[in-house]
């Protein structure tokens, strides 16, 4: 989810000035290889 995506959401369900749960949670990094490698993850 991208932050055009939450923030559709949150603006739907409870305003420009609410929040949503995961919101609250903290920022998130995900990558799609593994740190100090070229290498994909494998899953």
């Not at 989810?1 to 995961?22: E, H, K, P, V, W």
């Amino acid at each position: 989810m991208g932050r055009s995506q939450i923030t559709a959401a949150r603006d739907r369900f409870y305003g420009a000035g609410g929040r949503l749960n995961m919101e609250h949670l903290g920022a998130v990094s995900t990558y799609s290889v593994e740190a100090d490698s070229e290498r994909p993850v494998r899953m």
